[in-house]
T-cell receptor, first 113, second 110 residues
Framework: DGGITQSPKYLFRKEGQNVTLSCEQN?????MYWYRQDPGQGLRLIYY???????QKGDIAEGYSVSREKKESFPLTVTSAQKNPTAFYLC????????????FGPGTRLTVT | EDQVTQSPEALRLQEGESSSLNCSYT??????LFWYRQDPGKGPEFLFT???AGEEKEKERLKATLTKKESFLHITAPKPEDSATYLC???????????FGTGTQLKVEL
C-alpha cells in the first residue's frame, strides 16, 4: 500500500527540548511538505522540499528545521526557539511537476508543557 | 496576496438535505483548485482537483464545480458519515505550494 506515515501519533515534551517528527512516504513523490494546523486556522506551510538535499522555508519556518537526505524521508525538528509549538503537524507529498494534489499523512499531535 | 476563503464556517444539515459549500479565491495564476475532507484528529483526504472554469468532478454524493472566482462543493442527500471538515486549496503559477482555506465543518444529523 502506497502512502505516508508519520510517527508518533502523539508526542509530549517539556519546554526547552527539541523534538523531531518523522515523515516517510512510498509514493515515489519528489516533493514533500510540512504543515501546522491550529484550531480555527487553515493549514500553514512550515517547510517544503522539491528534491533531495534541497528545501525552502514556508510561511512560518521560524523555530523549525528540516533535512531531506533521502527521497522517502523528510523529518521536522521543532526547536526550543519555537514559541508556540503545541499543534497538530501534518506531512504531505506530491509530484513535483504535476498533478499538484498533495497527499497527507495521519498527523502528529505535539503537546509541549 | 493569495487568499482562499471558505463559507460557511459551519453547516448543520438533516440527513437527505442537500446543500453547497463555497470556496472563493483571490489567487493569481491559479493552476488548480483542490478539495479535501478531514475527519477529527486525522490528516486531510484528497477528494478532487479542478483545473479550469466550467470543470466538474463527482464522487458519490459530492460534486465539485469551478468558476473563474470560486468553487462549490455540492452535497446531495447527505448522510451522517459525510460529517467532516471540508478544506479547499489553490495552487498558483509560482510552483506547487498550496494556499488553504480554513474549512467548513459539516455535521449531518439523522
Amino acid at each position: 500500500d502506497g502512502g505516508i506515515t508519520q510517527s508518533p501519533k502523539y508526542l509530549f515534551r517539556k519546554e526547552g527540548q527539541n523534538v523531531t517528527l518523522s515523515c516517510e512516504q512510498n509514493l515515489n513523490h519528489d516533493a514533500m511538505y510540512w504543515y501546522r494546523q491550529d484550531p480555527g486556522q487553515g493549514l500553514r506551510l512550515i517547510y517544503y522540499s522539491q528534491i533531495v538535499n534541497d528545501f525552502q522555508k514556508g510561511d512560518i519556518a521560524e523555530g523549525y528545521s528540516v533535512s531531506r537526505e533521502k527521497k522517502e524521508s523528510f523529518p521536522l525538528t521543532v526547536t526550543s526557539a519555537q514559541k508556540n509549538p503545541t499543534a497538530f503537524y501534518l506531512c504531505a507529498s506530491s509530484s513535483r511537476q504535476g498533478p499538484y494534489e498533495q497527499y497527507f499523512g495521519p498527523g502528529t499531535r505535539l503537546t509541549v508543557t | 496576496e493569495d487568499q482562499v476563503t471558505q463559507s460557511p464556517e459551519a453547516l448543520r444539515l438533516q440527513e437527505g438535505e442537500s446543500s453547497s459549500l463555497n470556496c472563493s479565491y483571490t489567487v493569481s495564476g491559479l493552476r488548480g483548485l483542490f478539495w479535501y475532507r478531514q475527519d477529527p484528529g486525522k490528516g486531510p483526504e484528497f477528494l478532487f482537483t479542478l483545473y479550469s472554469a466550467g470543470e466538474e468532478k463527482e464522487k458519490e454524493r459530492l460534486k465539485a464545480t469551478l468558476t473563474k472566482k470560486e468553487s462549490f462543493l455540492h452535497i446531495t442527500a447527505p448522510k451522517p458519515e459525510d460529517s467532516a471538515t471540508y478544506l479547499c486549496a489553490g495552487v498558483t503559477g509560482g510552483g506547487n505550494k498550496l494556499t488553504f482555506g480554513t474549512g467548513t465543518q459539516l455535521k449531518v444529523e439523522l
